[in-house]
């Protein structure tokens, strides 16, 4: 399984940016997708994920400014990042969960300047 993340940039601070992340497996099968990110020095985090049943989950951090979704019939999973504050600066991974096999896409990067 491969997953191709997308999206990320270079942003202002108060600025929004939509991370992709499509994945060669279809979806069917999906028990779970969702981001984590990596800030220098920092472990990964988790920042959003969505279950099967639809079921969503988010850092505090993120909460009332990121939204996870998803499109079955593309395969992919979508990260829309409102209100973007310097903290946010991160490498952005997706990752993709079907039954005991966890897949990782290669990361984009998301800077927001103050």
């Known amino acids: 399984v491969q997953l191709q993340a997308s999206g990320g940039g270079l942003v202002q601070a108060g600025g929004s940016l939509r991370l992709s992340c499509v994945a060669s497996?279809?979806?069917?099968?999906?028990?779970?997708v969702g981001w984590y990110r990596q800030a220098p020095g920092n472990e990964r985090e988790l920042v959003a994920t969505?279950?099967?049943?639809?079921?969503?989950d988010y850092a505090d951090s993120v909460k009332g400014r990121f939204t996870i979704s998803g499109d079955n019939a593309k395969n992919t999973v979508y990260l829309q990042t409102n209100s973007l504050k310097p903290e946010d600066t991160a490498v952005y991974f997706c990752?993709?969960?079907?039954?005991?096999?966890?897949?990782w896409g290669q990361g984009t990067l998301v800077t927001v300047s103050s």
């Open positions: 969505i279950s099967k049943g639809r079921w969503t």
């Open positions: 990752y993709g969960r079907w039954g005991a096999m966890t897949a």
């Open positions: 497996e279809s979806f069917v099968g999906l028990s779970a």
